[in-house]
C-alpha cells in the first residue's frame, strides 16, 4: 500500500526552461501531498504541503513563485519549477499521505540537471 | 538550507552483526516518528514508526527506542545483512502539523 509514482525520474534542460514534475497515488487517495528536495550526501528538506483543492504552503526560505505546486486531484500533484537555473540542480522527492490508512509513501525521486 | 560541504557520517559493521544507528531530534511538541532507508538514486522507505507515548517498538530485526528526556531515537537493526547498506534517516512529526521533518542521516555500510 501506500505506493508512489513520480515522472520523470531525470531530467535535464537548458537554464531558462520550466520543468514540470509529476506526483501520482497509484493505490490510494492522498487529500496531502509532500516535496522535498535532496543536496548530494544530505537529508531531505521538506519544501511545501499540497492540499488537493487549496494552495500549498510553504517552509520558510522556499520561493513560491519559483517552485510551483498544483494538487488539483487526490491521486496527482505536480512540481513546476519555472525559469529553471542550475542552483535549481538537485533530487527532488514527493511523497503522499493515504488519507484511510496515514500511511505515508514516497516516489522515487526526479533528479534535475540544469546546464 | 543547505551545508555545503556536509557528509554524512558512516557506520560500518560487518556481516551478521548488530547495528545501532542514532538520531537525535529537535522539537520536544514531535509526538510521531519513522525510521526510513534510502537506497542510492531511490525514494525513502518505511522501517518502522513509534510514537511519543511508546519507549520501544520491535519489527523484524529492527528495534526503535524512544529517550523523549534527551530527543533522541535509534534504531537497531539485527543480524545485519549486506542488503542493509543504505542511508537511513529519522523523521518527526510536529504535533498536528501534520508534515514530516528529516534528520540529517547515517549511512550504513555492511562488510561481508
Known amino acids: 500500500g501506500a505506493v508512489v509514482s513520480q515522472h520523470p525520474s531525470w531530467v535535464i534542460c537548458k537554464s531558462g526552461t520550466s520543468v514540470k514534475i509529476e506526483c501520482r497515488s497509484l493505490?490510494?487517495?492522498?487529500?496531502?501531498m509532500f516535496w522535498y528536495r535532496q543536496f548530494p550526501k544530505q537529508s531531505l528538506m521538506l519544501m511545501a504541503t499540497?492540499?488537493?483543492?487549496?494552495?500549498?504552503?510553504?517552509e520558510q526560505g522556499v520561493e513560491k513563485d519559483k517552485f510551483l505546486i498544483n494538487h488539483a486531484s487526490l491521486t496527482l500533484s505536480t512540481l513546476t519549477v519555472t525559469s529553471a537555473h542550475p542552483e535549481d540542480s538537485s533530487f527532488y522527492i514527493c511523497?503522499?499521505?493515504?488519507?484511510?490508512?496515514?500511511?505515508?509513501?514516497f516516489g522515487d525521486g526526479t533528479r534535475l540537471s540544469i546546464l | 538550507g543547505e551545508s555545503v560541504g556536509l557528509h554524512l557520517p558512516t557506520l560500518s559493521v560487518q556481516e551478521g552483526d548488530n547495528s545501532i544507528i542514532n538520531c537525535a531530534y529537535s522539537n520536544s511538541a514531535s509526538d510521531y516518528f519513522i525510521w526510513y532507508k534510502q537506497e542510492s538514486g531511490k525514494g525513502p522507505q518505511f522501517i518502522i514508526d513509534i510514537r511519543s507515548n511508546m519507549d520501544k517498538r520491535q519489527g523484524q530485526r529492527v528495534t526503535v527506542l524512544l529517550n523523549k528526556t534527551v530527543k533522541h531515537l535509534s534504531l537497531q537493526i539485527a543480524a545485519t545483512q549486506p542488503g542493509d547498506s543504505a542511508v537511513y534517516f529519522c523523521?518527526?512529526?510536529?504535533?498536528?502539523?501534520?508534515?514530516?521533518?528529516f534528520g540529517s542521516g547515517t549511512k550504513l555500510n555492511v562488510k561481508p
Open positions: 493505490d490510494f487517495q492522498a487529500t496531502t
Open positions: 511523497s503522499a499521505r493515504d488519507r484511510t490508512s496515514g500511511r505515508q509513501g
Open positions: 499540497s492540499n488537493e483543492g487549496s494552495k500549498a504552503t510553504y
Open positions: 523523521a518527526e512529526n510536529l504535533y498536528n502539523f501534520n508534515k514530516f521533518y
